[in-house]
């Protein structure tokens, strides 16, 4: 490196966000993701070994993905090569590829490759990738905030670890922040006071996103004025340095799905406050509330049923609500349905019920109607037989009769098992009463 080289590489070095400039350099100085990095962990001791396999690095921004890389390419011997997926293509692949072979026969070097967001190569460059992965030319190593089983092709993922990091908790965001503000390339020159409040605060807003906590912590450590040759930080100035609410969620993604799911599981599970937790999220993060009001329709029936029939129109009359006061308002009333809907009594019966006949009907589709229960509106129908020997339930005391309603070819079984809890115990009760008779 020349001396013009070296001033560039300083300049950029001292212009750099914050978080760049104390991103850790080596393993032990690593910290959080407990549970991939502790003290002589498989990881670790590849790393430290460099003998690295080829990994996918999954999880939500600011969890330490692209560090984990760069701190694999301080410690190897092998030539480091990265891409991002956004600016690069198949042409770049080919050139990884042909400096790999170039190193491995001249210099006896082998090649890790870093793809910062892999998710965003589609399905040819990915293919491109494969053979090389697969004969050991070139050693993957990609980084994804999207589901890799989802984003990335299954004979790649074959060929690699998943290795998923996780949102720091408040307790790791805050150690990193009093790293930063005493760290020689972060904000040490300026003498930074920070309580312990508006250090909760700082990693409470956060969101697990260390990244955006230290960013936050740049912004309001600069715009702020010394007073008597310290920044002190208060609170407010602590929650104007986010400017914007950091709700992680991606509407089509991970969080999107797991959100709704542990919310519908609250509804099932009769935990209303969790549901409510749930719901502000989707609802803070910009979901859109009709599609929130559907899958409460759908829940009152597969998980409610005729335990409280009252909750499909409950369920319904939110749906309705939704769309004719929209937001803000609706929120009101997708909480009172979410509270209702939470605390109602619940049966999965009726969903039970027809997903066993559907498996029946697709066995054999074919349907033996008796005769006497067939149309016989039509002329001629009598003659072949159609309604004869029809028992009509009202003509009988209780308006009910005995006769066989299944088809012929089928065997009569029972779909319907109502629970004995809710309304439900009434028709568990009726249904008990018509068997005696």
Do not use: W
């Given at each position: 490196?020349?001396?013009?080289?070296?001033?560039?590489?300083?300049?950029?070095?001292?212009?750099?966000?914050?978080?760049?400039?104390?991103?850790?350099?080596?393993?032990?100085?690593?910290?959080?993701?407990?549970?991939?990095?502790?003290?002589?962990?498989?990881?670790?001791?590849?790393?430290?070994?460099?003998?690295?396999?080829?990994?996918?690095?999954?999880?939500?921004?600011?969890?330490?993905?692209?560090?984990?890389?760069?701190?694999?390419?301080?410690?190897?011997?092998?030539?480091?090569?990265?891409?991002?997926?956004?600016?690069?293509?198949?042409?770049?692949?080919?050139?990884?590829?042909?400096?790999?072979?170039?190193?491995?026969?001249?210099?006896?070097?082998?090649?890790?490759?870093?793809?910062?967001?892999?998710?965003?190569?589609?399905?040819?460059?990915?293919?491109?990738?494969l053979p090389h992965v697969e004969s050991g030319l070139?050693?993957?190593?990609?980084?994804?905030?999207?589901?890799?089983?989802?984003?990335?092709?299954?004979?790649?993922?074959?060929?690699?670890?998943?290795?998923?990091?996780?949102?720091?908790?408040?307790?790791?965001?805050?150690?990193a922040l009093l790293r930063a503000i005493d760290h020689?390339?972060?904000?040490?020159?300026?003498?930074?006071?920070?309580?312990?409040?508006?250090?909760?605060?700082?990693?409470?807003?956060?969101?697990?996103?260390?990244?955006?906590?230290?960013?936050?912590?740049?912004?309001?450590?600069?715009?702020?004025?010394?007073?008597?040759?310290?920044?002190?930080?208060?609170?407010?100035?602590?929650?104007?340095?986010?400017?914007?609410?950091?709700?992680?969620?991606?509407?089509?993604?991970?969080?999107?799905?797991?959100?709704?799911?542990?919310?519908?599981?609250?509804?099932?599970?009769?935990?209303?406050?969790?549901?409510?937790?749930?719901?502000?999220?989707?609802?803070?993060?910009?979901?859109?509330?009709?599609?929130?009001?559907?899958?409460?329709?759908?829940?009152?029936?597969?998980?409610?049923?005729?335990?409280?029939?009252?909750?499909?129109?409950?369920?319904?009359?939110?749906?309705?609500?939704?769309?004719?006061?929209?937001?803000?308002?609706?929120?009101?009333?997708?909480?009172?349905?979410?509270?209702?809907?939470?605390?109602?009594?619940?049966?999965?019966?009726?969903y039970k019920a027809i997903m066993e006949a559907i498996?029946?009907?697709?066995?054999?589709?074919?349907?033996?109607?008796?005769?006497?229960?067939?149309?016989?509106?039509?002329?001629?129908?009598?003659?072949?037989?159609?309604?004869?020997?029809?028992?009509?339930?009202?003509?009988?005391?209780?308006?009910?009769?005995?006769?066989?309603?299944?088809?012929?070819?089928?065997?009569?079984?029972?779909?319907?098992?109502?629970?004995?809890?809710?309304?439900?115990?009434?028709?568990?009760?009726?249904?008990?009463?018509?068997?005696?008779?």
């Open positions: 490196m020349d001396l013009f080289e070296y001033s560039l590489e300083k300049k950029k070095k001292d212009n750099s966000p914050l978080a760049q400039r104390v991103r850790p350099e080596t393993i032990d100085e690593f910290f959080s993701q407990e549970h991939i990095i502790y003290p002589n962990s498989p990881l670790m001791r590849l790393i430290k070994s460099d003998r690295i396999g080829s990994l996918i690095l999954y999880g939500p921004p600011g969890t330490g993905k692209t560090t984990l890389a760069r701190i694999i390419s301080n410690s190897t011997n092998r030539v480091f090569e990265k891409l991002s997926a956004v600016t690069s293509g198949i042409k770049d692949i080919k050139e990884v590829v042909k400096n790999a072979k170039d190193n491995l026969n001249f210099y006896n070097k082998g090649t890790i490759l870093f793809i910062d967001e892999i998710h965003r190569f589609n399905k040819s460059q990915q293919d491109a990738l070139i050693t993957l190593i990609g980084a994804t905030t999207e589901n890799p089983f989802f984003e990335v092709n299954r004979a790649l993922l074959s060929r690699t670890k998943i290795v998923e990091l996780k949102h720091l908790s408040d307790e790791d965001i805050k150690k020689r390339n972060g904000l040490k020159d300026y003498n930074v006071k920070i309580g312990e409040k508006e250090l909760d605060l700082l990693a409470r807003l956060s969101s697990g996103d260390l990244r955006n906590a230290l960013t936050s912590l740049e912004v309001a450590v600069l715009s702020t004025r010394e007073t008597d040759g310290e920044i002190i930080l208060d609170e407010n100035t602590i929650r104007d340095s986010f400017f914007l609410d950091n709700i992680g969620y991606d509407k089509g993604g991970d969080i999107h799905y797991d959100t709704i799911s542990a919310f519908i599981k609250s509804l099932r599970g009769s935990d209303p406050d969790a549901a409510l937790i749930y719901l502000a999220k989707m609802l803070e993060a910009g979901e859109d509330p009709k599609f929130i009001a559907r899958r409460l329709i759908i829940f009152a029936s597969e998980d409610i049923g005729n335990a409280d029939p009252r909750a499909l129109t409950v369920a319904n009359d939110v749906f309705r609500a939704v769309e004719v006061v929209g937001l803000p308002e609706c929120k009101l009333n997708l909480a009172q349905g979410v509270t209702y809907l939470s605390t109602a009594p619940k049966s999965n019966s009726s498996s029946d009907v697709k066995a054999n589709s074919e349907l033996e109607i008796p005769p006497y229960l067939r149309d016989s509106h039509y002329s001629g129908a009598k003659d072949l037989g159609h309604g004869i020997g029809y028992k009509y339930p009202h003509d009988y005391k209780g308006g009910y009769v005995k006769q066989r309603y299944m088809p012929l070819n089928y065997d009569i079984k029972k779909y319907y098992r109502p629970e004995n809890r809710g309304y439900e115990r009434n028709i568990l009760k009726f249904l008990e009463d018509k068997e005696e008779e």
